[in-house]
């Protein structure tokens, strides 16, 4: 049951750090600028249809604000300089080759932050 807890509140702490909550302001050093872009896309988001693809997803934070498209896809840089443990990655691509595939891909809306 402590186990379960403690998940539960790493996983909300986790959450914090992209999603605005009253707790972020005191844990997440970058606040001000993820508030914006969360602010920004939360009010845009049901305006976008079709398929997304967000560059640098990381754990997709912003996937569940996205509720009328047909797809999320998730791409990452593979040597990042961190460990993906927490990742939802649906490709990895070597950086040099990134530009390539971009190119050859048709999406609706494309995110970056």
């Not at 997803?57 to 927490?86: M, T, W």
Request: hydrophobic share 40%; net charge positive; aromatic share 10%.
């Amino acid at each position: 049951m402590l186990k379960l807890s403690l998940r539960a509140i790493k996983d909300r702490l986790s959450r914090s750090m992209f999603i605005t909550t009253p707790i972020s302001i005191f844990i997440n050093p970058c606040f001000i600028a993820r508030d914006g872009i969360y602010r920004n896309i939360l009010r845009n988001a049901d305006a976008i249809s079709g398929k997304v693809l967000d560059i640098g997803c990381g754990s997709k934070p912003y996937e569940q604000l996205f509720r009328n498209v047909e797809s999320y896809i998730g791409v990452y840089v593979e040597i990042s300089g961190h460990d993906h443990v927490n990742s939802k990655v649906d490709f990895f691509m070597m950086e040099k080759h990134y530009l390539s595939v971009m190119k050859n891909l048709t999406m609706s809306f494309v995110l970056k932050s």
